[in-house]
C-alpha cells in the first residue's frame, strides 16, 4: 500500500510539473500551437516566441525610417502570380514542405545579413545568384539544382504557370530549363522596405520558374523579429555551434 501511495504521489508531482510547464508557455505563435518543430536537411529545429512581454527590438531592426531610395516600401505582390504570405504559413510551408523535401525557405540576402541571424531551417541563396550578379560562373546552376531545376525545354503555351515576357511584353512560350520537378520556394529579405527578396522573384520569372511554386514573405526578418519567434545564427564548417539569440 505504502509502495501504491509513494507511486500515485510520485504521479501526481510529475502531471503537477507538466502541468506547471505548459502554463509557462504564455506567448503562443497561435492559440493552438505554442511552439513548432520540424526537420530539415538532418537538422531539428524548434520555432517560439520570447516570452518577455517586455521585450524590444534593438539594432537596426528597430528602425522605423531608411532613406528611400533605395529603401523604399514595397507593395504587397512581388510579381504577378506569386502569392504572399505571412509567419503562420511560412511555419506551415517548413513543416509541411521543407521537413519533406519538397519545399525550400530561401533567405535571399546577401551574406553579411545572412550571418548574423536568419529563420531556422532556411537555405541562404543571395539574391545576386538569381539576377547574374554573382562572381560565381556556376551558382545559378548550383541553386537551381538545389531547387529541383535542370537544363532542358519547358514550354508556356498556356500563360498559365510562367509569366515571363519578352522585350515586347509578349509572354515567353519556351524556356531552357526543365522545371517539372521545380520545388516549392518560398523566399525572404530584410522586410517590407527590402528588394532582395523581389529582385530574386523577379529574376526567377524570368528564368520561367512556375508562379505558382513560389511565395514571397513580405514582412522578412524585420516582421520576424518584431512577433518574438526563434532566430538561428549560421555557423562556419567545422565551427562550434553557434548560440541562439538571449530569448
Known amino acids: 500500500m505504502h509502495a501504491i501511495v509513494a507511486s500515485l504521489a510520485v504521479c501526481l508531482l510529475m502531471l503537477a510539473s507538466t502541468t506547471s510547464s505548459a502554463a509557462e508557455v504564455d506567448v503562443k505563435i497561435t492559440e493552438q500551437v505554442p511552439e513548432a518543430k520540424f526537420t530539415a536537411d538532418g537538422k531539428s529545429y524548434t520555432i517560439n516566441r520570447i516570452q518577455d512581454e517586455n521585450h524590444e527590438i534593438k539594432g537596426g531592426f528597430a528602425k522605423t525610417s531608411r532613406k528611400c531610395p533605395p529603401f523604399c516600401i514595397h507593395p504587397m505582390e512581388a510579381a504577378p502570380g506569386v502569392a504572399t504570405v505571412g509567419e503562420v504559413e511560412l511555419i506551415e510551408f517548413l513543416k509541411n514542405k521543407v521537413e519533406k523535401g519538397v519545399g525550400v525557405l530561401i533567405d535571399a540576402r546577401v551574406a553579411s545579413f545572412y550571418e548574423k541571424g536568419t529563420i531556422p531551417g532556411s537555405t ?34 498556356s500563360g498559365r504557370d510562367h509569366k515571363a515576357v519578352d522585350e515586347f511584353g509578349q509572354p515567353v512560350r519556351k524556356y531552357t530549363h526543365d522545371f517539372s520537378r521545380a520545388k516549392e520556394v518560398m523566399l525572404f529579405c530584410n522586410g517590407p522596405w527590402c528588394d532582395q527578396s523581389p529582385r530574386a522573384i523577379r529574376a526567377l520569372v524570368k528564368l520561367g520558374y512556375p508562379v505558382n511554386k513560389m511565395f514571397y514573405y513580405r514582412g522578412g526578418m524585420q516582421d520576424w523579429l518584431l512577433l518574438g519567434l526563434s532566430v538561428g545564427v549560421p555557423t562556419a564548417a567545422g565551427a562550434p555551434p553557434a548560440k541562439q539569440p538571449a530569448r
Open 124 to 157: 541562404h541563396i543571395p539574391f545576386t545568384v538569381f539576377t547574374g550578379e554573382s562572381k560565381d560562373p556556376a551558382a545559378l546552376a548550383q541553386a537551381l539544382a538545389k531547387l529541383g531545376v535542370v537544363r532542358g525545354e519547358t514550354v508556356n503555351w
